[in-house]
């Protein structure tokens, strides 16, 4: 089993799936992220084959945050594309599957909230988190 969604790579490997988030260095999310994570996790959930998940990111950082830098769209305020991210990142929570997640390097915001979706997180000695958001007014 390999398939692609979007930047995340699913693959299989025994009773155990892995998804691979692709984009270095940070590792940055977006609503299509959280989307296409959220997908590849459902199509765990319906594999009768697979019991786990293991959640990786490829680069220095396992996720640096959000990235504010895209355009969500100009008919979208920043309300409503904020509202679209919460939206997807509650999704990942309904995984049925027990996921694990291997932190390496920096885990800071929206990543550091994303390493919480697992019951299980394995952290290398580079890793660091932050919950920066509780500094924003």
Known sequence: MLERYGDITLTAHDHV??????????????????RDLADALNDV??????RCTVLATAGKSFCAGA???????DSISREDGTS???DQAVRLFSARKPIVVAVQGAAIGAGFGLSLIA??????PEARFSANFVKLA
């Not at 959930?45 to 697979?50: E, G, N, T, V």
């Not at 019951?119 to 290398?124: D, E, S, T």
Request: net charge negative.
């Open 67 to 73: 990235d504010f830098s895209t355009d969500i769209g």
């Open 17 to 34: 799936a892995l998804a691979v988030i692709d984009r270095p260095p940070h590792n940055h999310v977006t609503v299509e992220l959280l």
């Open 84 to 86: 679209l991210f919460y």
């Open 45 to 50: 959930d319906a594999d009768k084959q697979l």
């Open 119 to 124: 019951a299980f997180r394995i952290a290398a």
